[in-house]
């Protein structure tokens, strides 16, 4: 289940937008509140007036294969999806994206990856469904890395197998909260886990940030489903 493209500076989909209806009232509503006469409105980014800043290393021919330099794929990764995140990006502000977005689809690919990184002091960033609210998904400033790659679980979104009777899967970290869910049912399971962000968020970012499932009863987290990593 692949999604439809995703917006590279705020929460959504690209290709949707907001009713008009409903901006309109927004605005209203925000005048009234303020006591505003009018609401100045800033139009959202797009990818060509983005002047991103060159690589500053060079990829190895082995790495050069699942990783990407194109403006889309590193702006879409400079940012999570918090408010600080999302007035950045409307205002253009992508003054520190990765130097690449890496795509791997093996584990050995991770691995060479990590020894590449490991070797020229390149910070390596996970990023699952770039949710994110604090920062996790950001490159580091300052000089102690000579740079950054973003690595994007999104081919790592298997159901490799389900025990019906122990009622227990194992499932790849960059799978999404729908797409799970849809290969759960075929069997008459659930995760039962349902974050704001589920659309959106994958198991693997669940796990590493112990998430909350705010429409869960009883267990919500998401380490309380956790068998073994």
Same mark, same amino acid.
């Given at each position: 289940?692949?999604? /439809?493209?995703?917006?590279?500076?705020?929460?959504?989909?690209?290709?949707? #937008?907001?009713?008009?209806?409903?901006?309109?009232?927004?605005? $209203?509503?925000?005048?009234?509140?303020?006591?505003? *006469?009018?609401? %100045?409105?800033?139009?959202?980014?797009?990818?060509?007036?983005?002047?991103?800043?060159?690589?500053?290393?060079?990829?190895?021919?082995?790495?050069?294969?699942?990783?990407?330099?194109?403006?889309?794929?590193?702006?879409?990764?400079?940012?999570?999806?918090?408010? =600080?995140?999302?007035? =950045?990006?409307? *205002?253009?502000?992508? %003054?520190?994206?990765?130097?690449?977005?890496?795509?791997?689809?093996?584990?050995?690919?991770?691995?060479?990856?990590? /020894?590449?990184?490991?070797?020229?002091?390149?910070?390596?960033?996970?990023?699952?469904?770039?949710?994110?609210?604090?920062? +996790?998904?950001?490159?580091? $400033? +300052? *000089?102690?890395?000579?740079?950054?790659?973003?690595?994007?679980?999104?081919?790592?979104?298997?159901?490799? =197998?389900?025990?019906?009777?122990? /009622?227990?899967?194992?499932?790849?970290?960059?799978?999404?909260?729908?797409?799970?869910?849809?290969?759960?049912?075929?069997?008459?399971?659930?995760?039962?886990?349902?974050?704001?962000?589920?659309?959106?968020?994958?198991?693997?970012?669940?796990?590493? #940030? =112990?998430?909350?499932?705010?429409?869960? #009863?009883?267990?919500?987290?998401?380490?309380?489903?956790?068998?073994?990593?």
């Amino acid at each position: 289940m692949k999604q /439809r493209l995703r917006s590279f500076w705020g929460w959504g989909l690209a290709d949707e #937008t907001l009713p008009e209806v409903y901006i309109s009232e927004f605005k $209203r509503m925000v005048q009234l509140a303020f006591g505003l *006469n009018s609401v %100045d409105e800033t139009p959202p980014p797009r990818l060509e007036e983005l002047s991103l800043r060159t690589p500053g290393f060079s990829l190895p021919s082995d790495l050069k294969s699942f990783c990407t330099q194109e403006t889309y794929d590193r702006a879409s990764h400079t940012y999570g999806k918090s408010f =600080r995140d999302m007035i =950045r990006a409307i *205002n253009r502000k992508f %003054d520190n994206p990765p130097d690449y977005v890496a795509y791997p689809s093996t584990e050995e690919e991770i691995a060479a990856l990590m /020894r590449f990184c490991a070797e020229k002091r390149i910070a390596l960033i996970p990023y699952g469904g770039g949710s994110s609210v604090v920062g +996790g998904v950001e490159q580091p $400033r +300052g *000089n102690h890395y000579e740079g950054s790659i973003s690595c994007d679980m999104v081919n790592f979104d298997k159901i490799i =197998r389900v025990n019906e009777k122990s /009622r227990t899967a194992r499932i790849q970290a960059g799978i999404y909260g729908p797409a799970m869910e849809a290969g759960l049912k075929p069997f008459g399971l659930t995760i039962r886990h349902f974050p704001q962000s589920f659309e959106f968020s994958t198991l693997g970012g669940w796990i590493a #940030t =112990r998430a909350g499932g705010h429409f869960a #009863t009883l267990y919500t987290h998401i380490d309380e489903f956790v068998q073994s990593l």
